[in-house]
């Protein structure tokens, strides 16, 4: 059974930093891509940003610059460290390996007061 479960999220003041976690299991999370995604209040989810096997990544327009994906396979986790956060940036934050597309755990809610 794949399972997905993020954290780290929380309240953090515009400019201030975060660095959110998740951890999978039930898959071989080496050979997953894995990928952050959000979905703000009255918005559809989005792609923040991905990280391959092979630890190439790729961001959205919005984060670059100010967010970073990265990977422990010793662990099974991603994780996502964002800085400069904007309200811009709040919202759900969930993670998925790209091979299990349908898969999506409870997310982890950053709110980012002006």
């Known amino acids: 059974q794949v399972q997905l479960v993020e954290s780290g999220g929380g309240l953090v003041q515009a400019g201030g930093s975060l660095r959110l976690s998740c951890a999978a299991s039930?898959?071989?999370?080496?050979?997953?891509?894995m990928g952050w995604y959000r979905q703000a209040p009255g918005k559809q989810r989005e792609l923040v940003a991905t990280i391959t096997s092979t630890y190439s990544t790729n961001y959205a327009d919005s984060v670059k610059g100010r967010f970073t994906i990265s990977r422990d396979n010793a662990k099974n986790t991603v994780y996502l460290q964002m800085n400069s956060l904007k309200s811009e940036d709040t919202a759900v934050y969930y993670c998925?390996?790209?091979?299990?597309?349908?898969?999506w755990g409870q997310g982890t809610l950053v709110t980012v007061s002006s």
């Open positions: 039930g898959i071989i999370f080496s050979v997953n891509p």
């Open positions: 998925n390996a790209h091979r299990y597309p349908e898969v």
